[in-house]
């Protein structure tokens, strides 16, 4: 009898390597490793993977490179929408996972796996993005979850691949780190004391400049064009490069405190220079080229498009009404943003727009009125208090304790 096919989602690290090795060794399966890169791992790494796949004993190992589908499909309605978790968290890793659970079932449906698994834990927010995007691409698939269903402790697995021949390091470090496009999370040490912060030594980019430096961020209908000056049509690139320039000042660092899926609360730091850069500059161009009600209604949609995605929704049809809207939103946010940087910090300095919406020939917002007299503005203001005068004619007792201080 042929083989069971199991496609294993494969990150390098102890877990997904256990799962490897064990489906192969005691469950007899035929095992293909595919690591879903959304812009976390580099040449050296996707390179490491592949050799320590084929050590583990996989069949095969691939890299399913997603990182412009994460950013077409997903990063760019962040931007659109100034997504910000908790008006904190930039929902970095966190919306990877979605992008790197449908590459995988994709992958796993075109070799005609029996099964899909995945090497998270029960105790965390992964193994619902994993399982709920499984079972909704691949629904005919086995879900095998090692970690998780046999409650596996990091000894065990380490002592189980030394004991078969695998002697990679899989030291416990202090912190554990998830890399990717849209930020780095950083878990463990200090964070799991609610008193403590987290030390300079705990972020992977250290701070190596120092004075200030202005940047520059051109956007065309809402997405990156430019940055310096310099024309970008790969959008992954532009938020590379914008990391590259402001990762160096510690940019972007913050903790982050908020509820997950399953219901406990967690915390996680994270360093994200050029996500926050880029929600900053976008929004401030947004004050500047929408009306009030866009700007309103947007954040409105924007709060539930950036939880959704961390509570592992993507796929819900509502997603991409949000989407569609967003991306009307953006029809005239063009223009170039400029920023300073210093070490830890950064402020917004002026936007050059043609559709600016400050200037206009109606007025200077504290100077001079053009397009309305004097008269005309007390008779506005005058209509404007008519529903205040309506009430408190009918509430005197109300108006009586204001003006008594009650």
Same mark, same amino acid.
């Given at each position: 009898?042929?083989? +069971? ?12 390597? &256990? ?5 192969? +060794? %005691? ?7 595919? /690591?879903?890169?959304? !812009?976390? &791992?580099?040449? %050296? $790494?996707? +390179?490491?993977?592949? #050799? ?9 190992? =691939? ?55 995945? !090497? ?37 697995? =380490? ?6 021949? &695998? ?19 950083? /878990? ?17 980019? $250290?701070?190596?400049?120092? *004075? ?17 000056? +310099? ?20 940019? *972007? ?17 994270? %360093? ?21 009600? $866009? ?49 830890? /910090?950064?402020?917004? =300095? !002026? ?12 007025? #200077?917002?504290? %100077? ?34 204001? #003006?008594?201080?009650?």
């Amino acid at each position: 009898m042929a083989k +069971k096919k199991v496609v294993v989602a494969y990150s390098g690290g102890l877990d997904t390597s &256990f799962t490897v090795m064990y489906l192969m +060794k %005691e469950k007899g399966y035929e095992v293909y490793a595919a /690591c879903a890169n959304t !812009g976390g &791992f580099s040449a %050296e $790494q996707l +390179k490491a993977n592949k #050799e320590r796949a084929y050590q583990l004993g996989a069949r095969e190992y =691939v890299t399913l490179d997603v990182t412009k589908e994460y950013y077409s499909k997903s990063l760019k309605y962040m931007i659109f929408g100034n997504v910000l978790r908790n008006g904190t968290y930039p929902v970095s890793v966190s919306s990877e996972r979605i992008f790197q659970a449908i590459a995988v079932a994709r992958y796993a449906k075109q070799i005609g796996a029996d099964a899909i698994a995945h !090497g998270s834990t029960g105790a965390g927010n992964d193994q619902v993005r994993f399982d709920m995007t499984f079972q909704v691409m691949a629904p005919d698939m086995e879900i095998i979850t090692l970690t998780r269903d046999m409650g596996l402790t990091r000894k065990f697995e =380490v002592d189980y691949l030394n004991e078969h021949g &695998f002697k990679a390091d899989f030291a416990k470090l202090k912190y554990s780190y998830n890399v990717g496009l849209w930020g780095t999370s950083i /878990c463990g040490g200090e964070i799991l004391d609610s008193k403590q912060g987290l030390p300079e030594n705990a972020y992977l980019k $250290q701070v190596t400049k120092t *004075g200030s430096e202005i940047i520059e961020v051109g956007f065309e209908k809402g997405e990156i064009s430019s940055v310096n000056g +310099k024309a970008f049509t790969d959008k992954v690139r532009a938020i590379q490069e914008i990391e590259f320039i402001a990762a160096p000042y510690g940019i *972007g660092r913050d903790m982050h405190v908020g509820d997950t899926i399953i219901g406990i609360k967690g915390r996680v730091g994270f %360093e994200a220079a050029a996500p926050m850069l880029i929600i900053a500059a976008h929004k401030f161009l947004e004050k500047f080229t929408l009306s009030k009600w $866009q700007q309103y209604w947007k954040d409105q949609v924007s709060n539930w498009y950036g939880m959704f995605l961390h509570e592992s929704q993507y796929l819900e049809p509502v997603m991409r009404d949000i989407e569609a809207m967003l991306t009307s939103s953006q029809r005239n946010v063009t223009g170039k943003v400029t920023m300073e940087l210093r070490p830890y /910090c950064f402020q917004t =300095v !002026g936007v050059d727009s043609p559709n600016d919406l400050v200037s206009t020939k109606l007025g #200077e917002y504290g %100077e001079t009125q053009k397009g309305w007299t004097g008269e005309d503005a007390k008779g506005f203001i005058k209509i404007m208090s008519t529903p205040l005068k309506v009430y408190y004619m009918a509430h005197e007792d109300e108006a009586e304790n204001i #003006e008594k201080g009650l």
